[in-house]
T-cell receptor, first 108, second 116 residues
Framework: AQRVTQPEKLLSVFKGAPVELKCNYS??????LFWYVQYSRQRLQLLLR??SRESIKGFTADLNKGETSFHLKKPFAQEEDSAMYYC??????????FGTGTRLTVIP | DAGVIQSPRHEVTEMGQEVTLRCKPI?????LFWYRQTMMRGLELLIY????????DSGMPEDRFSAKMPNASFSTLKIQPSEPRDSAVYFC??????????????FGEGSRLTVL
């Protein structure tokens, strides 16, 4: 069965510090993974997807099949990064399964 | 495009009452999803449709929940009878699914349901 685990519900870092939001998945097939973000008073929106291998707003995420992880990283956190972050897995049939989310707070 | 439109934005009702949540997907999208968001469980997929046909409703909690998509521009999620534990934010999302795979999900602003 598909499962996405985000072990941290809350994460606080200081501005300028590195940030890493953890995501582990369980899936028998070839995974397709995403990070979605919800800023205050905004809609949930796509941040990045692993197949794109791109950096968005300074964030990157590498799929590690050995560790079944897709952690989201940014070297220097900014205040505007404060938001709710969700890791998501494509279940193979056009359905996306989300983790429980991590609320990131960047302290000025 | 105004994006995915959901109504109502807020609903407060009493236990036992029927609740109907509505969603208008982005024009041209062929997939529609209903999610429920709670603090404990995060975002749970309830049901999704492809070309107006329900594909997977295994996430629907119980028979009190039902969803329909009578046409490409409208979907409803109904709870009857409602219970306090149904209190949550319900999100609708749509996407364009192609042979290359699922596209980006575009979410509505959500419907916050409170059942007293």
């Amino acid at each position: 069965a598909q499962r996405v685990t985000q072990p941290e519900k809350l994460l606080s870092v200081f501005k300028g510090a590195p940030v890493e939001l953890k995501c582990n998945y369980s899936y028998s097939g070839s995974p397709e993974l995403f990070w979605y973000v919800q800023y205050s008073r905004q809609r949930l929106q796509l941040l990045l997807r692993h197949i794109s291998r791109e950096s968005i707003k300074g964030f990157t995420a590498d799929l590690n099949k050995g560790e079944t992880s897709f952690h989201l990283k940014k070297p220097f956190a900014q205040e505007e990064d404060s938001a709710m972050y969700y890791c998501a897995l494509n279940g193979g049939a056009n359905n996306l399964f989300f983790g429980t989310g991590t609320r990131l707070t960047v302290i000025p | 495009d105004a994006g995915v439109i959901q109504s109502p934005r807020h609903e407060v009702t009493e236990m036992g009452q029927e609740v109907t949540l509505r969603c208008k997907p982005i024009s041209g999208h062929n997939s529609l999803f209903w999610y429920r968001q709670t603090m404990m469980r995060g975002l749970e997929l309830l049901i999704y449709f492809n070309n107006n046909v329900p594909i997977d409703d295994s996430g629907m909690p119980e028979d009190r929940f039902s969803a329909k998509m009578p046409n490409a521009s409208f979907s409803t999620l109904k709870i009857q009878p409602s219970e306090p534990r149904d209190s949550a934010v319900y999100f609708c999302a749509s996407s364009l699914f192609t042979p290359a795979g699922p596209g980006e999900l575009f979410f509505g602003e959500g419907s916050r349901l409170t059942v007293l």
